[in-house]
């Protein structure tokens, strides 16, 4: 059954395709220093994966049974029921249900500069909900879940030779929830200039991916990936737009 949420997103997407066309673009092209930046991540990132991925999640994982929560399921709960609103705030369905009521508030108020901010988060967000479903299928992770003693990349190759099953038990890496969170509210940091609200902006994206470890659905390094990730990519989509079709708020 298809919720709220996803018919509004759907409806948002239609409009864009038909009305905002111009959105729709995002130069991945990366420079020499970017390389270089990217080669030191992915070193910081195999490190994380294997020497903290398996402490942290024994650490502060929800389901782990001797974890700092171990003895303490009132908090837990409550943790548990806490993280599991702010994990939402990663679905597209979920950012829709709010973004498309905002979005006719400023049609109605003829506000097409808030109108245009809200269509282009709607679009680098579907664009980071994308990239990370391709690298989901490719990477082919096993879920904190799955196996405690077990964070193997298992890569399409073996999905192919059918070792194992294609499905979401396998698609750890990088975390979807985070990246869509990091593409949607770093962009909307970079757009506005009052530095309060970029910091509120900023911080969303770091609980969802806190949610995602404490829930047992990410490792460490999945989280951090994809945040890294969603703020390239929020950055690369702002310099690809057009400087006079969205100006930097106040």
């Not at 837990?76 to 599991?84: P, R, V, W």
Request: with cysteine; hydrophobic share 50%; proline share 3%.
């Amino acid at each position: 059954m298809i919720d709220i949420g996803t018919i509004f997103l759907i409806c948002l997407i239609i409009y864009i395709l038909v009305k905002r066309r111009d959105l729709i673009k995002l130069n991945l092209r990366i420079e020499r220093m970017q390389y270089i930046l990217f080669i030191v991540f992915v070193i910081f990132l195999l490190f994380i994966i294997n020497f903290l991925d398996k402490k942290v999640a024994f650490m502060i994982s929800s389901s782990y049974p001797q974890g700092l929560l171990a003895n303490y399921s009132a908090l837990n709960e409550t943790l548990t029921d806490i993280f599991k609103v702010i994990t939402r705030l990663g679905e597209p369905n979920y950012l829709a249900f709010i973004a498309l009521p905002t979005f006719l508030y400023f049609r109605y108020k003829k506000n097409t500069k808030l109108q245009t901010l809200i269509l282009s988060t709607v679009v680098i967000m579907m664009f980071g909900s994308l990239i990370s479903t391709i690298l989901k299928a490719i990477f082919m992770r096993s879920r904190p879940y799955q196996e405690w003693n077990n964070f193997g990349f298992y890569f399409i190759t073996d999905v192919l030779q059918k070792r194992v099953p294609y499905n979401g038990d396998y698609m750890s890496f990088p975390s979807g929830h985070t990246m869509v969170a990091s593409c949607a509210f770093f962009y909307l940091a970079m757009m506005n200039k009052n530095i309060h609200i970029k910091i509120f902006w900023s911080i969303i994206p770091i609980l969802v991916a806190l949610s995602r470890v404490y829930l047992s659905y990410h490792w460490l390094s999945d989280v951090l990936a994809s945040l890294l990730l969603g703020l390239f990519l929020a950055k690369k989509y702002r310099d690809s737009l057009d400087p006079s079709s969205l100006n930097d708020l106040s």
